[in-house]
């Protein structure tokens, strides 16, 4: 299995990122080759934007929600350290199997660091530590490279510490950031990137990934593929997740209980509620452990009576206070993801009332969409679609999650 085996739909992305692959692997063997013959001198020194190549030293991955950019990302990490003869013969970096691609995929390689974070930003501190390793030079003798999945989330502080790092990178280290769009990360950063534009993958390329790699079957694949158009993470959920097939079903259920002020109230507190619980899950997987493992950490051994030693209350503190923080982003993309399904419950309306011939989303309620198709008109859908557009980017500006909803599913009701 080649390490693009799981960028599904990105035909043109991959050949591109192969080529620079092979480009990088040229560099990195022509410069081993010198140093065997004496000390390089400092002009000599591998560069990742040498005339010609297809290498360079910053990438810019964009893409819808669900298109894979990070797993595109990951992928090429992987290529860049292929260690497998089969390079020597004239094969492509990236074979999937060798110690190289391996490590790199999951994620253990010592020149590979892949960032992403549970909270809502990324801070100057955690940028610097970057910054720092990204200085390094790589210990496996090929390349340092940085995965930054959420370079979109970075402050504007944060960004400013990466630019320069961007701007002046080590001969051998290689930056791949991720983003949703291009306006989400600062001109100065993207100005230096090259920049490669996912988009999202066909629905059947998804539905093969899931039957090929997760072993789901095909009816499943497809059912899912179909409902989250594409987006491979949320599909993949959905066909392995009872849980979340019950919450997508209580939210496709919403617009026909919008009849009255008090059916939307109700229906905007079960959404917040639902979304609470998949923070609280998170809660209970993650958190206690994290607790338990600093506790330990510091010293509160047993027979102390679970007390902590002198000095440490603040590295507990500062431990929930990012707890708080990633159980707040939890609750909201648990949040938007029920956004996003009601958006594709209004979009199906809208194609049976323009009399769009193309698959329903969400054929399992069809009978609710003719309801709602049949006693409105496009304009009421198009209105109801910017209503739940509108609830995202109010939540996006941190308004509070109940009021936005409330607003919204007084909207669906007014049409």
């Known amino acids: 299995m080649a390490v693009w085996d799981d960028v599904v739909g990105q035909d043109r992305v991959t050949e591109q990122l192969a080529a620079a692959a092979r480009d990088a692997d040229a560099l990195v063997t022509a410069e081993h080759a010198e140093a065997g013959h004496g000390a390089a001198r400092p002009e000599q020194e591998p560069s990742a934007d040498r005339g010609g190549s297809q290498m360079t030293h910053a990438w810019l991955f964009t893409g819808p929600p669900g298109s894979g950019r990070s797993t595109a990302a990951r992928a090429f990490a992987a290529a860049l350290q292929c260690v497998s003869p089969d390079r020597a013969l004239g094969g492509a970096p990236g074979c999937g199997f060798c110690d190289g691609c391996h490590t790199a995929l999951v994620g253990t390689h010592a020149d590979v660091e892949i960032v992403r974070t549970d909270l809502l930003s990324i801070g100057v501190k955690e940028t610097r530590d970057l910054v720092r390793r990204s200085s390094l030079s790589p210990a496996g003798g090929r390349w340092q490279v940085i995965v930054l999945e959420d370079a979109d989330r970075l402050t504007e502080g944060a960004g400013n510490v990466l630019l ?64 989250t158009q594409g987006h491979i993470g949320r599909a993949r959920r959905l066909a392995t997740d009872e849980r979340a097939r019950a919450r997508r079903a209580a939210v496709l259920k919403l617009p026909l209980r919008v009849d009255d002020i008090g059916g939307c109230l109700k229906a905007a507190q079960e959404l917040i509620d639902a979304a609470g619980e998949d923070a609280k899950q998170v809660a209970e997987e993650v958190d206690t452990k994290e607790t338990e493992e600093l506790r330990a950490a510091l010293g509160a051994a047993a027979g102390t009576g679970g007390r902590l030693p002198r000095g440490t209350a603040g590295a507990m503190k ?85 009021l936005a909803v409330e607003a919204m599913t007084a909207a669906l009701r007014a049409g």
């Open 164 to 227: 320069k790092a961007v701007e002046e990178p080590a001969p051998r280290t290689v930056w791949l950031l991720c983003a949703p769009s291009v306006e989400d990360v600062l001109p100065t950063i993207r100005s230096r990137c090259r920049h490669l534009s996912l988009r999202t993958p066909p629905v059947g390329a998804v539905a093969d990934v899931l039957v090929r790699r997760d072993g789901i079957e095909p009816e499943a694949a497809d059912r899912a593929a179909r409902a």
């Open 318 to 402: 500062e431990l929930q206070d990012k707890q708080k923080r990633r159980s707040t982003r939890t609750q909201r993309d648990s949040l938007d993801l029920a956004l996003v399904d009601l958006t594709g419950f209004y979009r199906d309306v809208l194609a049976l009332q323009m009399g769009a011939s193309v698959p329903l989303a969400n054929d399992e309620v069809r009978d609710s969409i003719h309801r709602i198709a049949t006693a409105s008109t496009p304009e009421r859908t198009l209105r109801r679609i910017e209503a739940v557009i509108a609830c995202r980017e109010a939540l996006d500006r941190n308004v509070a999650p109940l």
